[in-house]
């Protein structure tokens, strides 16, 4: 067993950090808003908070806090203009805002460029990313059965009958915006101190469509596919190692052809599979 | 002042094969109101099978153009009945088709690695006399000449079949309205499929054009251009061909331009990024207003 | 709604290739006595695939050699090639699965020194010995006393090069230009333009790109304006090819001297900007026309067998197989890492394709740094 978490257990935590990014993601397209900024609000938070731990020598509970609190009120600003756009812009205006975000780390000096934030102290254990991770899918369930989550759900299905129902959809837009920035902003800061080193190019554009993709192999219509989806695709290069695909392309047609699958076969991602899987044996 | 010029020179041409690249993003979004991701792996295939051509038949460069056109537009075809036809009748499917997009994209990008590899590669040295014109201090070549006129003639034939061609009659159609389409008489699914055509044949036009004049191709290549295809159709108007034209040559001018401007190259992408931030929020529909395909 | 038998199909599919996975790890067998297995963590896809392929190479030919040679006593090297996608999580995992699973003795890479920033932790904590080959960022061998590269940091080649350009060409005013989202050209300009600010050069103009850039024609215009002596360019050969070619297409004339660092020490620098190569100053780890028979050997057996000349990268990984095989052999176990590493602190003056090559007391590479000159078609070596 031991054996077992010495070979996995930067794989594990890797696995709870993208699980956690992927329901930022996860808030917002459940009230119907894509958004493609997730990875740069994780960039702040990464940021923020490494810069208090490394500059500062903050406590870490408080740098964590005050980097998801700096993503969540760069949301508040970001949210109020770009939630009026909808649907496939919004995703432009958000990546837009995400390809910003990660050039203003490049050109400034206090994140240190390109070369990145190097020698972020190691504070973030396996206890402290499931921890997160329970609290926020906790929470997320909560939320969902709550009057929120179903204004949030009616948006989603239709934004303009939503209104007409006399949903203040313009707030409940932006509380999902802002509290999925929030939660990037957490993993973001729990990721820098996992990891040494930041560097920008971590959080641009192919992590923010590989968000999008956890949520779609996985599902995005309960709280449980986007984990599902993080887990299984962070995991899928080890499983492809054990059946000795160990590089190059092949891993990438692999990956590439199961999103296609998934999205052709099961429109609401592999939990769905098993929720049919349970209903048709019962 | 011979500088700016020069810089204008300059935006004008990268400007063009942004605008060629973009003009196929826009088209089947104007047609199917979808995004295509995929694009950008079609750009980057033309160019690499244009250059395969060249290589191990010894063809000469402008029938490896032809035929690596073509070979674009049939991967269209694939794409189209592969990653979006399936998913036509579902009621999120500009949200579904984004995704398999980016499916089909990783898997034509895993192919473009299996079979070029990961390094850079180039068309052999002299294989078309390139002739350098200095006017003053002025300086372009022979090659980029006909780079833009090839790009702005594509541009050009594609906005006249859409007006007065059937074919293009009946796209426009369908941009307006399929299930009218349909009334009239018109074969929605051949009509989109063609749409496909088209779009990916200018796609890989405008790779094998990029691939030819910097003579770096590789299994990366379409992904800069990618983003900035992106901006290129939304500055223009999402599905207007004149803006993807005018869009493509207003960023690449705006790339330059910045540098000259201010004369710090790093924030070139910030400032076009920035303004095409400005742009979703101040007039989402792009600097063209509502100009969509169905007037083309 | 029901599932059709195609659906379940694949859904078993699925889940079948995921438990042959999960089955498949863990339990490898152990290398047979007088047989070494070293692990290397390369990047075959991601934004560094081109250069983790040429490692590839340049490790396999010095295994088939090691290998081929080995005879009964010798020693024999079984590689465990795996691929960290150049990205720091996958190379967490990927050293993490060599040491932890495959067992290795030690680690040959990774290609990217971001990965490495983050992957030879591991390395070091567990006790395994790592020779980066294409690590040139700052600080990496500071990680612990397990980690060695054998690849020249820009700090040990430029300001070199600098002082023999400026011997040479009696250049006083300089434009840089330099690649800004890449760890490796934002310190190589960084060392640059410390370099030229030490030998008092005027620096006109900084200008900069992004990766994966193909024109530079903006930033080039606007240098030709300001009449630079000569062009310093911090870049990788790729971009650094299209930044010479158009460079003297935009009539930046081949009177006027570029100067890159190892980045552009590559057969295809000249191979892609023909004619636009010459008057281009390459300072660098190793020296393709070196004759040292080792060497001569080393380019003719590669390019024999990849049907391409070696570059750098391909030079840096074989020369480190072979100083892993100098140190096991001292080391007297293939399995033991501890004395691996004790040995590998003390390869002196040993003879590779890079030079006489020793590590440091800090476990850098000592080699001599090379200043070469494109005259002709040809890298040229000049001696001060």
């Known amino acids: 067993m031991s054996e077992f978490f010495a070979v996995y257990g930067s794989l594990i935590n890797f696995a709870g950090l993208n699980a956690l990014l992927a329901l930022s993601l996860y808030v917002p397209l459940s009230a119907g808003q894509l958004s493609l900024g997730n990875a740069a609000f994780a960039g702040i938070g990464a940021y923020v908070s490494a810069i208090l731990t490394m500059r500062l020598n903050a406590p870490f509970p408080l740098a964590i806090a005050a980097g998801a609190f700096t993503a969540a009120c760069v949301a508040v600003v970001i949210g109020a203009p770009v939630l009026r756009i909808r649907g496939i812009f919004l995703a432009m205006a958000t990546l837009a805002f995400g390809e910003v975000v990660r050039i203003a780390a490049v050109n400034l000096a ?18 402290i990313i499931y921890g997160t991770l329970g609290v926020a899918a906790y929470f997320l369930t909560i939320l969902r059965g709550s009057r929120i989550g179903w204004s949030f759900a009616s948006i989603r299905e239709d934004e303009t009958a939503a209104m007409v129902m006399g949903i203040n959809t313009t707030l409940y837009k932006n509380s999902a915006f802002i509290l999925g920035a929030f939660i990037a902003g957490i ?16 959080f641009g554009f192919a992590a923010e469509v590989q968000l999008l993709i956890y949520n779609i192999v996985g599902g995005a219509r309960s709280v449980w596919g986007p984990i599902l989806g993080a887990f299984i695709l962070t995991a899928i290069p080890e499983v492809l190692r054990g059946v000795d695909i160990t590089a190059g392309p092949p891993r990438l047609f692999v990956n590439g052809l199961i999103l296609l699958l998934v999205i052709l076969y099961l429109p609401n991602g592999l939990s769905s599979f098993f929720k049919r899987a349970k209903g048709s044996s019962e | 002042m011979s500088v700016f ?24 979004f104007g047609v199917l109101d979808i995004l295509n991701l995929a694009h950008a792996a079609i750009f980057t295939l033309g160019g690499l099978s244009a250059l395969w051509l060249t290589r191990t038949t010894g063809l000469p460069v402008w029938a490896s153009f032809c035929l690596a056109t073509l070979f674009s537009g049939l991967l269209g075809l694939v794409l189209y009945r592969v990653a979006f036809a399936p998913l036509r009748r579902r009621a999120d499917s500009n949200l579904s088709g984004l995704i398999s997009s980016i499916a089909m994209a990783i898997i034509f990008e895993a192919g473009a690695f299996e079979i070029f590899g990961a390094r850079t590669v180039r068309f052999p040295q002299g294989m078309f006399a390139v002739r350098v014109y200095h006017f003053d201090s002025l300086t372009f070549t022979s090659l980029q000449l006909e780079i833009v006129a090839i790009a702005l003639g594509l541009m050009v034939v594609l906005s006249l079949c859409l007006k007065h061609s059937r074919t293009g009659k009946a796209m426009r159609a369908v941009a307006e309205s399929e299930t009218t389409a349909r009334l009239l008489g018109i074969p929605v699914e051949r009509i989109i499929s063609e749409t496909f055509f088209v779009s990916s044949a200018l796609g890989g036009a405008a790779g094998i054009l990029f691939g030819l004049y910097f003579n770096a191709l590789g299994p990366d290549m379409g992904r800069s251009i990618e983003l900035k295809g992106l901006a290129v159709i939304i500055l223009g108007g999402m599905g207007s061909i004149p803006g993807a034209i005018l869009g493509g040559i207003a960023f690449g001018m705006s790339e330059v331009l910045t540098v000259a401007l201010t004369g710090m190259s790093s924030l070139r992408d910030a400032v076009a990024f920035s303004v095409l931030l400005l742009i979703l929020i101040l007039k989402p529909s792009g600097l063209l207003g509502r100009g969509r395909i169905r007037q083309a | 709604m029901g599932m059709s038998v195609g659906n379940v199909a694949r859904k078993t599919a699925v889940v079948a290739a995921l438990a042959l996975g999960l089955t498949g790890i863990g339990s490898k067998a152990q290398a047979a006595p007088g047989e070494a297995k070293i692990g290397f963590a390369l990047s075959m896809t991601g934004a560094a695939a081109a250069y983790g392929e040429t490692q590839k190479n340049g490790a396999l ?63 070091q904590k567990a006790g395994v010995p790592v020779v980066g080959i294409s690590n040139t960022a700052r600080g990496i061998t500071d990680i612990g006393d397990y980690i060695f590269r054998d690849s020249l940091t820009e700090m040990q080649v430029i300001p070199d090069t600098i002082r023999v350009v400026e011997k040479k060409t009696g250049m006083k005013k300089v434009a840089l230009l330099y690649g800004n989202d890449d760890a490796f050209t934002k310190s190589g300009y960084d060392v640059f333009k410390k370099a030229l600010e030490d030998s008092h050069i005027k620096i006109l103009t900084e200008q900069s790109f992004s990766k994966g850039d193909r024109d530079f024609s903006a930033q080039l215009t606007e240098i030709r304006a300001l009449k ?29 001297p570029i100067i890159g660092g190892n980045g552009f020490n590559s ?29 001569v050997d080393f380019v003719k057996a590669y390019t024999a067998k990849f049907g391409s000349a070696p570059d750098q990268f391909a030079a840096q990984a074989y020369a480190a197989v072979h100083i892993a095989v100098d140190a096991l052999k001292r080391a007297g176990s293939t399995d033991n890492r501890k004395a691996l590493r004790d040995a590998l602190t003390r390869v002196q003056g040993l003879d590779t394709v890079l030079g006489k090559f020793s590590f440091t007391k800090g476990r850098d590479a000592d080699c001599t740094p090379v200043v070469e000159m494109v005259m002709g078609g040809k890298f040229m070596v000049l001696s001060e």
Request: charged share 15%.
């Open chain 1, 110 to 127: 206090i994140t240190g460029g390109a070369e990145g934030l190097i020698g972020i102290p190691s504070k973030t254990t396996m206890l």
């Open chain 1, 187 to 202: 993993a973001g800061g729990l990721y820098a101190h996992l990891n040494f080193i930041i560097t920008p190019g971590e």
């Open chain 2, 5 to 28: 010029i020069q810089q204008l020179i300059n935006g004008f041409f990268i400007g063009s094969v942004y605008g060629l690249f973009a003009i196929g993003y826009t088209l089947v």
């Open chain 3, 61 to 123: 030919l010095a295994i088939d050699e090691i290998n081929a040679r080995a005879g009964k006593n010798g020693i024999r090297i079984v590689p465990v090639f795996e691929d960290d996608a150049s990205q720091p999580q996958q190379g967490v995992n990927v050293f993490n699965r060599l040491i932890f699973a495959d067992k290795v003795v030690m680690i040959i890479g990774p290609t990217l020194s971001n990965t490495a920033q983050v992957a030879d932790r591991i390395a």
């Open chain 3, 228 to 256: 630079p002596d000569a062009l310093v360019v911090s870049a990788l050969v790729e971009e650094g090819s299209g930044i010479v070619s158009q460079a003297r297409r935009l009539g930046i004339g081949t009177n006027v």
């Open chain 3, 267 to 295: 057969p295809s620098l000249i191979k892609n900007s023909g004619k636009a190569s010459e008057n281009v100053f390459v300072g660098a780890a190793w020296n393709e026309s070196s004759s040292n028979p080792l060497n």
